[in-house]
Each structure stands twice: as structure tokens, then as C-alpha cells.
């Protein structure tokens, strides 16, 4: 029998808005969710162990957290989001605007976060002028 190596653990970055960065250092935000149209990352590329650092949206980082847990989603359904919202509302956070928002998307990636902390740098992100993602895979 050969021992196998485990999985490989990754670095992310997630741009976000302040409040969100706040909220995840203050412990009152401890999911982190991201719903889209299409399988856009981080679905299906992060998983349990994986550090997730978090940049304020034209600003510089914020915090970083490790994932706990995660489920990817695809083919949601309005009736589906309202009840991720139902679950998961007080843990993910947004207002009544996010979440109206979010009612058509297709897919999700709900990742649960611990040992979440301040950081005042991160990894280098090479970004080309113009690019809007707002998550980032690294190595």
C-alpha cells in the first residue's frame, strides 16, 4: 500500500466591499458566498484548508481566513437562493438589495471560514488594467 499525498492547499484573494471586510473581521460575518450566472471561480477550485486573503475593492487587504467547508452549487433556482438566504442570511450577511440581486444566479459557492484575522498585506496579485474579477485562484 502507498501513503498519497494530500491535496494541495491554495491561496486565494477575494475583492470585496469594506463593510464585507468589517464584517469578517469583526466575527459577525463567517461565510463567505458567491453567486453567479456561470461556474466562475472559486467554484470548483477551492477547498477545505485553502487561505482566502480579502482586498477591499480599491484598497489594499483587509483580513484573511481559512476554509472549513464549502459546497459548490449549479442549476439554482430562484426558490433555492431564497432558501440559502433562509439558512444562511445571518452568517453570509447583505441586505435586502444583495439578496434580490442574487435571486437569478445559477451557481454558488458557499465557503465556511475560521481563524479569520486583520492582515495589513498579501500575496502580489498581478492584475491587467481593466480586469473586474473579483476572485482570484493563485499557484
Do not use: N, Q
Not at 2 to 21: D, F, N
Request: with cysteine; aromatic share 8%; charged share 25%.
Amino acid at each position: 500500500m502507498s501513503a498519497t499525498a494530500p491535496p494541495a492547499t491554495r491561496e486565494h484573494v477575494a475583492i470585496v466591499h469594506a463593510w464585507v471586510a468589517r464584517a469578517l473581521i469583526e466575527g459577525h460575518k463567517t461565510v463567505e458566498s458567491r453567486f453567479s450566472r456561470d461556474r466562475r471561480a472559486p467554484f470548483g477550485r477551492i477547498g477545505v484548508g485553502d487561505t482566502v486573503y480579502f482586498r477591499v475593492a480599491g484598497g489594499t487587504y483587509a483580513a484573511r481566513a481559512l476554509v472549513e467547508r464549502v459546497l459548490c452549487e449549479d442549476g439554482l433556482t430562484t426558490r433555492r437562493v431564497r432558501a440559502i438566504e433562509a439558512l444562511h442570511r445571518a452568517s453570509i450577511g447583505g441586505d435586502d438589495e444583495y439578496w434580490r440581486m442574487v435571486r437569478g444566479a445559477r451557481c454558488v459557492t458557499l465557503l465556511w471560514l475560521t481563524g479569520c484575522c486583520g492582515v495589513e498585506s498579501g500575496p502580489f496579485l498581478e492584475r491587467a488594467r481593466g480586469d473586474r474579477r473579483a476572485w482570484f485562484v493563485l499557484g
